[in-house]
């Protein structure tokens, strides 16, 4: 069962251009995270927002979480070749439940 | 620096065959999950462990079971191999306090 679901599922941009990545989930939650995979390997932690938060920064990127639309969304600015990823979200409690991921592609 | 490790990067192995994935973190977490990941589906949680010889059933639990007999590894076990387990399988250890997981590099599995 998929509680999150993200938006758009590939995403082509520019090195220097923004890039944002919308997140969709089904019931109530405490927190949201979003992860990184590079292609081929494990997926790295990026950022957890809590229910009582509306938005949170930590270096290049910006999550902001709307709980009456139960939507977040991970802005990353000036992007990078290296940010070429798959981002994904994930809700729940130790037992996280992911979403299907966007594929960002960065062009240098 | 907090390390994940899987025994193996790639496998292939043939139909029928048992298959053992292993996965160590050296975190001291308490809880340790195996997902598999397809094409189009994401992470789907095959099983997870919040504890030493503790196990439960994720959302697709067939055809697998696991062992956890000391808290630092968690096993997957792939009793008779079938072509439809051919995925990439990915560990990862949370503690009991953070939600926050740590995975693994994952293991390639093909099913010959």
């Known amino acids: 069962s998929q509680q999150g679901e993200e938006d758009p599922q590939a995403l082509s941009i520019q090195e220097g251009e923004n890039a944002t990545m919308n997140c969709s989930y089904k019931?109530?939650?405490?927190?949201l995270q979003w992860y990184r995979q590079n292609s081929g390997r494990g997926l790295v932690h990026l950022i957890l927002?809590?229910?009582?938060?509306r938005e949170k920064h930590s270096g290049r990127l910006r999550v902001t979480l709307d709980t009456s639309k139960k939507s977040s969304s991970l802005l990353i600015t000036a992007s990078r070749a290296a940010d070429t990823a798959s981002y994904f979200c994930?809700?729940?409690?130790?037992?996280?439940?992911f979403g299907a991921g966007t594929i960002l592609r960065v062009k240098s | 620096d907090v390390k994940v490790t899987q025994s193996s990067r790639y496998l292939v192995k043939r139909t029928g065959e048992k298959v053992f994935l292993e996965c160590v973190q050296d975190?001291?977490?308490?809880?340790m999950f195996w997902y598999r990941q397809d094409p189009g589906l994401g992470l789907r949680l095959i099983y997870f462990?919040?504890?030493?010889?503790?196990?439960e059933k994720g959302d697709i639990p067939e055809g697998y079971s696991v062992s956890r007999e000391k808290k630092e590894r968690f096993s997957l076990i792939l009793e008779s191999a079938s072509t439809n387990q051919t995925s990439m399988y990915l560990c990862?250890?949370?503690?009991?306090?953070?939600?926050?997981?740590?995975f693994g590099p994952g293991t390639r599995l093909t099913v010959l």
């Open positions: 990862a250890s949370s503690s009991r306090n953070y939600n926050e997981q740590f």
């Open positions: 019931t109530s939650i405490n927190n």
């Open positions: 927002i809590r229910s009582n938060e």
């Open positions: 994930a809700t729940g409690g130790n037992k996280l439940v």
């Open positions: 975190m001291d977490h308490e809880n």
């Open positions: 462990s919040y504890d030493v010889k503790m196990k």
